[in-house]
């Protein structure tokens, strides 16, 4: 038997049992350790999310051990390897074929599928899940299971940032310092580009300082003029918006440079924000305002090397852990306003 948690409606997350499905030629069964609970996760549990459908059995920042592999599974993958999962792919559609396995319509669509205990959603927050091992990433065993949950969402950043064309020595602001800015923030400076955040939150302020990131306190300064001072009044070469709301996005105009500056849209809002600006002005400025959503397989890879390698330290994205016989109790640390990660302990 496994188990598994379920949103049966906003506010309420129950913990059910299933048997656990035979493992396929091209998968592997996984003992979950850890899931992380994403805001996608909590923003349904808030009853936020209205295209999200219930039952959810949600969860898709997993991590854990392989316990029985398929015969066709490729030979690096094997049991008692510590993994971490990516999106499902078919790898064969024409979105495969091009690499932008992100777009790949053949797979399990988890808000209009149901699966295979009758749920939607990925059976994420699950003892036991049975992978596709094309979605199954090896990672490095000194990294703990819930840093390990950071594969995905550092997944995104990876995506966001190669559209936005971060070079080395740019001047790039990250609006919002939650667990995403701070992803995006670490990530950026990987790059060996400079960073300055703005954040509003004594919480996060004090987290991203103590994480070595320059942060503006916007309770104490205005951000567009700070920026401008710290740039010597010529803007930010990019500005990327790790918050869905309409005056940061406003901000995000006025604080990246009057020519040619870009803008990546990193966070949705729900409700949906949006943008005041004169169209006008996007083409005197030649500016670039840039969308980003998921990851392909490749940046997944490219994730966990920034991972395995400890290029990038997660854990103090880490808020706390949560058996999953409390998973009530860790939707509701979740969405706590500030609050980063919370992972959810399998086992
Ligand atoms: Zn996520
Ligand atoms: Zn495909």
Not at 72 to 77: D, S, Y
Not at 123 to 147: D, H, P, Q, R, W
Not at 314 to 332: C, F, G, H, M, R
């Amino acid at each position: 038997m496994r188990k598994f948690a379920v949103l049966t409606r906003a506010k309420n997350a129950e913990v059910h049992e299933g048997n656990i499905p035979e493992v396929g030629d091209n998968q592997v069964l996984i003992k979950q350790e850890t899931c992380n609970i994403c805001t996608t996760d909590y923003g349904q549990w808030l009853g936020l999310r209205e295209h999200q459908p219930y039952p959810m059995a949600g969860g898709h920042e997993g991590s854990g051990v392989i316990v029985r592999k398929g015969k066709n599974v490729r030979e690096e993958l094997n049991i008692g390897d510590h993994v971490a999962l990516a999106y499902d792919y078919c790898g064969e559609c024409k979105s495969c074929q091009i690499g932008k396995t992100s777009e790949c319509k053949e797979v399990f669509n988890p808000f209009k599928d149901k699966n295979e205990e009758g749920y939607y959603g990925h059976l994420g927050f699950a003892t036991y899940a049975i992978k596709n091992a094309n979605a199954v990433i090896k990672m490095n065993e000194e990294i703990s299971f819930s840093e390990m949950g950071f594969l995905e969402p550092l997944a995104t950043v990876v995506s966001g940032l190669k559209k936005l064309r971060v070079s080395a020595m740019e001047k790039i602001v990250v609006i919002g310092a939650g667990t995403m800015g701070v992803l995006n923030a670490q990530v950026v400076k990987a790059f060996g580009a400079e960073v300055i955040m703005t954040e509003m939150m004594d919480k996060k302020i004090e987290a991203a300082r103590k994480m070595g990131l320059d942060v503006i306190d916007i309770k104490e300064h205005n951000p567009i003029e700070k920026v401008n001072s710290i740039t010597n009044g010529k803007g930010a070469d990019a500005v990327i918006l790790a918050v869905g709301n309409t005056k940061a996005n406003d901000q995000a105009i006025e604080m990246v440079k009057e020519i040619d500056g870009r803008i990546l849209l990193f966070a949705a809002g729900h409700p949906a924000p949006s943008i005041n600006v004169d169209s006008n002005l996007i083409h005197y400025r030649k500016l670039e305002l840039l969308g980003t959503y998921g990851a392909n397989i490749k940046d997944f890879n490219e994730s966990a090397t920034l991972l395995n390698n400890k290029n990038i330290d997660v854990s103090k994205l880490v808020e706390t852990k949560v058996p999953l016989n409390d998973i009530q109790k860790a939707y509701e640390i979740a969405s706590t306003e500030g609050n980063y990660r919370v992972s959810v302990t399998l086992q």
